[in-house]
């Protein structure tokens, strides 16, 4: 992966429903909690005040999690207002290149994109509901953008299954095959051929595909896409250019009927 330049945000990673970051965000706020509650007395002055605010802050712990959920969710509008400045600084990084694979109308007036890699834990587990929501959805363009970041080292697994996936869609096969490399679990190239034979692609027409300069620019332009836009980690969803700062499937599709409704 080309290494991002110093003005881009660190290197893009999978975006979990549970990340390691959140993890690190709940310690901190145990650890405030903690604090809160030690320098009750300092801070109050002492007497039967400081015993109820400490008695509150140790009989509801369920603080901590709120406490934890309102910082995640400032940290996630703060990142998709930055992303989104930039999206409408430069609209065309988020243009629809003939080579994406795309459903749905062209002249839909909501598009939904999605930037996303085979390996990642958080596309993995949205993915099934994505499909829904294109079935609950048929007014609606969604547009996919292979965006391998997982390969780390001798690796090679994402940008196989990126560019097998781009060869599937020239034989128009992608949604079978990008449902079953995203219900994968084991995924290698070994994996990946398979399900594109299961899914009757054609393997000696995508092996040429694959090895091609087409599928190579193509997903070099959307690494670039990625980078400019200080994309950070997948998936990550746009909803008429807009990036969305959850990746849970309901808040895709509150997005998407609000953008109807705007018209």
Same mark, same amino acid.
């Given at each position: 992966?080309?290494?991002?330049?110093?003005?881009?945000?660190?290197?893009?990673?999978?975006?979990?429903?549970?990340?390691?970051?959140?993890?690190?965000?709940?310690?901190?706020?145990?650890?405030?909690?903690?604090?809160?509650?030690?320098?009750?007395?300092?801070?109050?002055?002492?007497?039967?005040?400081?015993?109820?605010?400490?008695?509150?802050?140790?009989?509801?712990?369920?603080?901590?999690?709120?406490?934890?959920?309102?910082?995640?969710?400032?940290?996630?509008?703060?990142? #998709?207002?930055?992303?989104? *400045?930039?999206?409408?600084?430069?609209?065309? @990084?988020? $243009?629809?290149? /003939?080579? !994406? +694979? %795309?459903?749905?109308?062209?002249?839909?007036?909501?598009?939904?994109?999605?930037?996303?890699?085979?390996?990642?834990?958080?596309?993995?587990?949205?993915?099934?509901?994505?499909?829904?929501?294109?079935?609950?959805?048929?007014?609606?363009?969604?547009?996919?953008?292979?965006?391998?970041?997982?390969?780390?080292?001798?690796?090679?697994?994402?940008?196989?299954?990126?560019?097998?996936?781009?060869? #599937?869609?020239?034989?128009? *096969?992608?949604?079978?095959?990008?449902?079953? @490399?995203? $219900?994968?679990? /084991?995924? !290698? +190239? %070994?994996?990946?051929?398979?399900?594109?034979?299961?899914?009757?692609?054609?393997?000696?027409?995508?092996?040429?595909?694959?090895?091609?300069?087409?599928?190579?620019?193509?997903?070099?332009?959307?690494?670039?896409?990625?980078?400019?836009?200080?994309?950070?980690?997948?998936?990550?969803?746009?909803?008429?250019?807009?990036?969305?700062?959850?990746?849970?499937?309901?808040?895709?599709?509150?997005?998407?009927?609000?953008?109807?409704?705007?018209?």
């Amino acid at each position: 992966m080309t290494e991002a330049p110093e003005t881009t945000p660190s290197p893009p990673r999978a975006r979990r429903l549970f990340t390691p970051e959140r993890g690190v965000v709940a310690a901190v706020a145990m650890s405030a909690l903690a604090l809160a509650v030690a320098v009750v007395p300092y801070v109050t002055g002492g007497g039967s005040f400081d015993q109820k605010v400490r008695g509150y802050l140790l009989e509801n712990p369920e603080i901590l999690q709120e406490m934890s959920t309102a910082l995640q969710a400032n940290q996630d509008n703060a990142l #998709a207002d930055a992303i989104n *400045r930039r999206a409408a600084a430069d609209p065309g @990084l988020l $243009a629809v290149d /003939a080579d !994406d +694979p %795309a459903f749905g109308p062209a002249d839909a007036e909501v598009t939904v994109i999605e930037f996303f890699d085979f390996r990642c834990p958080g596309c993995k587990a949205t993915a099934p509901e994505v499909l829904r929501l294109m079935q609950a959805h048929p007014d609606v363009r969604f547009v996919f953008k292979d965006w391998p970041i997982l390969d780390r080292g001798t690796e090679v697994t994402s940008h196989y299954a990126a560019r097998a996936a781009n060869a #599937a869609h020239r034989q128009g *096969r992608y949604l079978p095959v990008f449902r079953d @490399l995203m $219900a994968e679990p /084991a995924l !290698d +190239p %070994a994996a990946v051929d398979r399900i594109l034979a299961a899914n009757g692609v054609s393997l000696p027409q995508a092996e040429a595909a694959m090895q091609g300069v087409d599928v190579a620019r193509h997903l070099t332009e959307i690494q670039a896409a990625a980078q400019t836009l200080g994309l950070v980690g997948t998936p990550t969803f746009f909803i008429n250019g807009r990036a969305s700062p959850s990746i849970q499937p309901a808040d895709v599709d509150r997005a998407i009927r609000e953008a109807k409704a705007r018209g």
